[in-house]
């Protein structure tokens, strides 16, 4: 089975650095966009950043100039450099990639980590 599974979350002092990593597992044949997003409880679940296959990133404004995206094409994988962090950034990080994989043999579909738990306090 193709799963995403990420790491690298966990607590942080205001000002401080956390990098998110995101493999994706199992038989993978492509990956199109990947992204992570983020969401706190009793909240829609949001965008931070994208990058397409091409490297081409999307991030979301309000961390932008903090957090940056990148991704290995060779060896699925993508991380999240968090610098800069701040206590609302305080939330569950997830890994999502459009991607295809052995597990669904019509082509590319969404997939999603299980999410890891990034806390910025002090």
């Known amino acids: 089975q193709v799963h995403l599974v990420e790491s690298g979350g966990g607590l942080v002092h205001p000002g401080g650095s956390l990098r998110l990593s995101c493999a994706a597992t199992?038989?993978?044949?492509?990956?199109?966009?990947m992204g992570w997003y983020r969401q706190v409880p009793g909240k829609q679940r949001e965008l931070v950043a994208t990058?397409?296959?091409?490297?081409?990133?999307n991030t979301a404004a309000s961390v932008k100039g903090r957090f940056t995206i990148s991704r290995d094409n060779d060896n699925y994988t993508a991380t999240l450099q968090m610098n800069s962090l701040k206590p609302e950034d305080t939330a569950v990080y997830y890994c999502?990639?459009?991607?295809?994989?052995?597990?669904?043999?019509?082509?590319?579909?969404?997939?999603w980590g299980q999410g890891v738990l990034v806390t910025v306090s002090s």
């Open positions: 999502n990639a459009d991607l295809f994989g052995s597990d669904y043999p019509f082509g590319y579909r969404e997939y």
């Open positions: 199992g038989n993978v044949y492509g990956i199109n966009d």
């Open positions: 990058i397409t296959v091409g490297g081409i990133t």
